[in-house]
């Protein structure tokens, strides 16, 4: 069974730092395209950040310069470091695994809340 497990979210001022952890079992989320998403209230789930299995990340232009996506393979585990966070990313920040070949494998965690608010 697979499971994606989201940590690290809460309550944040302006300015400040988190880091969102996605531990991944069941896979070997090297082998996968790991993504990061979000979604505000009353909004759609919205790609945040994304790292290919080779290691290239991509970032969302809202985000670029403030987030970090990075893997650590020994824990499987993906990580997305947000430094300078604003207001405006405040949402529910969900896991995602993505694979493409005969068919798509594709999983969700369950989500953590990150509240930037002074």
């Known amino acids: 069974q697979v499971q994606l497990v989201e940590s690290g979210g809460g309550l944040v001022q302006p300015g400040g730092s988190l880091r969102l952890s996605c531990a991944a079992s069941?896979?070997?989320?090297?082998?996968?395209?790991m993504s990061w998403y979000r979604q505000a209230p009353g909004k759609q789930r919205d790609l945040v950040a994304s790292i290919t299995i080779g290691g290239r990340t991509n970032y969302v232009d809202s985000v670029k310069g403030r987030f970090t996506i990075s893997r650590e393979v020994a824990k499987n585990t993906v990580y997305l470091q947000m430094n300078s966070l604003k207001p405006e990313d405040t949402a529910v920040y969900y896991c995602?695994?993505?694979?493409?070949?005969?068919?798509?494998?594709?999983?969700w965690g369950q989500g953590t809340q990150v509240t930037v608010s002074s």
């Open positions: 069941g896979i070997i989320s090297s082998g996968y395209e």
């Open positions: 995602n695994a993505r694979l493409v070949s005969l068919r798509t494998y594709e999983y």
